[in-house]
């Protein structure tokens, strides 16, 4: 996917906008908020694994969750809306007394039954000790089948993103935000990739901190895309009076804000450079 001809779809995001404005935690919230954090697909509510102690259950769940994320659809452990997918799943020790029998189950947001299988784990498998690799192997065949159910015949993949660099501060309090808008994008179902990788779309940005008055600092972010050949897509805006004490002493949460406010425009932005791509 790239923008034909280079053209500039600009699109300001400002606190005189008609969007929230991006820095304050009760707007964002209301965009991204417990029970809604993809509005604008589906998504898929996974529920820790049920007859296994919680950190277990857990970490399982949020291993799915990372299955089904790479194949481009949102999902959250938990977290979902009335319209996303549900999958369950309920562990007993198994007949043969050396395996663990886990039963999952996928559900259509009507609560129709798409999915109902049953793996066998070994007793000597243990969630909160196995690595990343192990567990991401067993549950494979179960985020596929539910993958294969869930996305739509013929879907256009996801856009593959980069972010990189973000001029105008620290580069520990830079990666910061970048991951905090790399997490919402992957949540909003895209694949996020490291710099090094092939991707469609690239992302930076520049922060301005304008000077004290009062309490506030009023804190400004550009975020440029760019497509695979360099060509600017468009940028997105984002300024705000902030407290000075929430700029120093509480970065990550104003981080997650940020970013939270940022992909409904970064979103625009992609779905706007797509049409024009397929326009050619």
């Known amino acids: 996917m790239r923008a034909g001809g280079g053209a500039l779809i600009a699109l300001a995001i400002a606190a005189c906008g008609q969007v929230p404005q991006p820095f304050q935690p009760s707007l964002a919230a209301k965009q991204h908020g417990p029970i809604a954090p993809a509005p604008q697909a589906a998504g898929v509510r996974v529920l820790p694994v049920v007859g296994v102690d919680?950190?277990?259950?857990?970490?399982?769940?949020?291993?799915?969750?990372?299955?089904?994320?790479?194949?481009?659809?949102p999902a959250d452990v938990d977290i979902g809306n009335p319209a996303s997918f549900l999958v369950t799943a309920f562990a007993q020790a198994a007949t043969d007394g050396q395996h663990v029998a886990i039963d999952w189950f996928l559900d259509r947001p009507d609560g129709a039954n798409l999915i109902e299988r049953r793996q066998l784990w070994p007793l000597s498998s243990d969630p909160a000790e196995d690595s990343t690799a192990s567990l991401r192997a067993r549950l494979a065949p179960i985020a596929e089948a539910m993958i294969t159910v869930m996305q739509p015949v013929g879907s256009q993949p996801p856009a593959r993103l980069a972010l990189g660099d973000i001029d105008g501060m620290d580069a520990r309090d830079g990666g910061i935000l970048a991951a905090a808008l790399g997490r919402a994008l992957t949540a909003h179902g895209f694949r996020v990739l490291p710099q090094t990788a092939t991707v469609d779309y690239f992302i930076t940005a520049e922060v301005s901190l304008g000077p004290v008055q009062g309490l506030h600092r009023r804190l400004g972010l550009s975020w440029a895309v760019f497509d695979d050949h360099g060509r600017a897509v468009g940028k997105v805006d984002q300024s705000n009076p902030v407290a000075i004490q929430r700029l120093s002493q509480s970065w990550p949460s104003l981080a997650r804000d940020i970013a939270a406010a940022a992909v409904p425009g970064v979103r625009q932005l992609l779905a706007q450079a797509a049409a024009a791509a397929a326009a050619q």
């Not at 919680?54 to 659809?73: F, K």
Request: avoid cysteine.
């Open 54 to 73: 919680p950190r277990r259950g857990r970490r399982v769940a949020r291993q799915l969750v990372a299955l089904i994320r790479e194949a481009g659809l």
